[in-house]
């Protein structure tokens, strides 16, 4: 591939349960090559390993072998950080500032000036609809506010890559339209995007490959085109449902 | 390229290393001061003081020097109270409540973050003694009346920069412990060190009165590695009865205690640096 934005190689990830003293093997092997401008969905069971490999691109863990590489430098190089924005699952902030003050709060760690940042700060509050409580404390906020705020911190310093961890949940249908738009929008500007979510029609609708984890291995990788007119899956949670019984029934075997 | 990148390209110029560090430092400051807790601590130091007007002038007539005794003694205490309980939450609150994966995922170092954390609680601090102390000085002025006020506001600045610099050094220990502990280890061990530190030479008495050379080893170790606070309160004594301190006493102190919170602070920053967050 020509520009390779994101490069895991043999990742891999073992924590041990300080009770046991048994290592638990929470990733193995994650091999994944996501190329610039292309939208990359990793879809798979609750506790499959879809956080934890975001976590070791971002540099917030620490792989166990492996490594992973974002554009062109080691995971959680700071001048790659620079340049991409990052959506937490089940995202929380501090209660005591308002929605602007935090998204300057964001802007400021960019070094971003402030005449820029207030500008910014305006224009995403707009984007994820939150113009309205943008000046009111995020101890007030419901989930779902919570939510479109991470999205808009995600893009204070207008990343070339998002890793997004479940941009969609807490949303309502409407802001789940917008979270599409948004990505539309970014794809549309060549951002590169890698995300999570368990909201299968949506990432049949926006992605250009998914990847299927489950036990902390991606068991497959596919163009979604490829899913959805080769005929063999009705749609996307057909092709899922199968690739995850298949993955189960053989790991059944084998043990 | 994407054609939308922003005015970041990843090197950040000199000036903007403390970029970061401000806007840290700003918001640990605005999560403190919009703490409702802390109004309610000040209201008890002013009601102290309060208190101690009143039984001074029923007890000694005017005494004005018990006066200040009791009230620089209730804003040392408050200002502890703050120091200690804001700064062992300071570091174990963003880890627990996950703020921290906001501020590392971004351009942010380990030492930018634990200087940030320990500025904004020290600016913190400031505005509280400062508050503190200017009601005193107030209570005092109205009660002596206005002779010898600038002596007076001279003194006591004195002494609040005494005790602001004790609190430079609790917040530091406090900021330190809550990089690895939870918060109640973290009070209890800030607690014990800082208590240490107030005794002094006491600590080598204590030492030779066990008569076990073990122990009294020990105790003169833990002297020698602690700032002397009982020093500290002896200048602050002297200062209350119009004696200025030597210059070089006071070097030594002020180089002492920041030295040594740098020392905490580079520790909490390697911590912090090389801790993953799960
Ligand atoms: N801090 C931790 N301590 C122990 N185990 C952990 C920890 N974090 C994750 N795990 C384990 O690692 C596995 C993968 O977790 P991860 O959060 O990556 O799953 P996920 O695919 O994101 O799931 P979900 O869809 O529910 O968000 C799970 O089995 C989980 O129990
Ligand atoms: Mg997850």
């Known amino acids: 591939m020509a520009d390779v934005v994101i490069q895991a190689t043999n990742l891999s990830k073992e924590l041990t349960s300080s009770l046991l003293r048994r290592k638990v093997r929470i990733l193995s092997g994650l091999n994944l090559q996501v190329a610039r401008g292309e939208t990359f969905g990793l879809i798979g069971p609750n506790g499959a390993g879809k956080t934890t490999s975001i976590k070791l691109m971002l540099g917030l863990m620490r792989p166990t072998e492996g490594a992973a590489e974002i554009l062109g430098m080691p995971a959680g190089d700071k001048k790659a950080l620079a340049q991409l924005g990052y959506l937490p699952e089940n995202p929380y902030f501090y209660s005591h500032l308002t929605g602007r003050e935090f998204l300057d709060f964001a802007g400021q760690l960019f070094g971003i000036e402030k005449k820029e940042r207030s500008e910014r700060a305006q224009e995403l509050t707009k984007l994820v609809g939150l113009t309205e409580a943008a000046d009111t404390q995020m101890r007030k906020y419901s989930k779902g506010m919570l939510q479109r705020l991470g999205i808009a911190q995600s893009l204070i310093n207008r990343p070339q890559l998002i890793f997004w961890d479940e941009p969609m949940s807490g949303l309502d249908p409407i802001g789940r339209k917008d979270v599409r738009q948004i990505l539309f929008h970014l794809k549309e500007k060549g951002t590169t995007i890698f995300f999570n979510s368990h909201l299968l029609p949506d990432v049949n609708e926006v992605c250009d490959r998914v990847g299927v984890m489950n036990r902390g291995q991606l068991i497959v990788q596919e163009d979604v085109k490829n899913i959805s007119q080769g005929g063999s899956y009705k749609d996307l949670e057909d092709f899922f449902l199968e690739v995850i019984a298949k993955a189960e029934a053989g790991g059944q075997a084998r043990s | ?278």
């Open chain 2, 1 to 278: 390229m994407t054609g939308n990148s922003g005015n970041i390209d990843g090197k950040q110029a000199g000036p903007k290393v403390f970029e970061p560090v401000w806007a840290i430092a700003l918001n640990t400051f605005r999560e403190t001061v919009r703490d409702r807790i802390l109004y309610a601590l000040i209201l008890f130091a002013a009601i102290v003081t309060v208190l101690g007007i009143v039984l001074g002038s029923l007890s000694v007539g005017q005494d004005i020097r018990i006066l200040k005794d009791i009230g620089l003694a209730a804003i040392s205490f408050i200002g502890g109270i703050i120091a200690v309980f804001a700064g062992t939450n300071l570091v174990y609150k963003e880890v627990e409540r996950r703020t921290i994966y906001l501020i590392f995922t971004k351009p942010v170092s380990g030492w930018q973050f634990v200087l940030g954390k320990y500025i904004g609680l020290c600016l913190c601090v400031a505005v509280m003694v400062a508050a503190m102390g200017a009601f005193l000085i107030f209570v005092i002025t109205a009660a002596s009346g206005s002779a010898g006020f600038a002596e007076q506001l001279r003194q006591m600045g004195q002494e609040l920069a005494l005790i602001y610099l004790e609190l430079l050094f609790v917040t530091a220990l406090a900021t330190f412990f809550s990089t690895f502990s939870t918060p109640v280890m973290s009070v209890l061990f800030t607690l014990a060190i800082w208590l240490a530190g107030h005794l002094g030479d006491s600590l080598f008495e204590l030492g030779k009165l066990t008569q076990n050379p073990v122990i009294s080893q020990f105790l003169s170790v833990i002297f020698y590695c602690l700032p002397d606070f009982a020093g500290l309160t002896r200048i602050r004594g002297h200062l209350l009865y119009g004696t200025v301190p030597g210059i070089e006493v006071l070097t030594y102190l002020v180089t002492y205690v920041f030295a040594y919170v740098l020392m905490l602070l580079v520790l909490a920053a390697i911590v912090t640096e090389r801790k993953e967050y799960t």
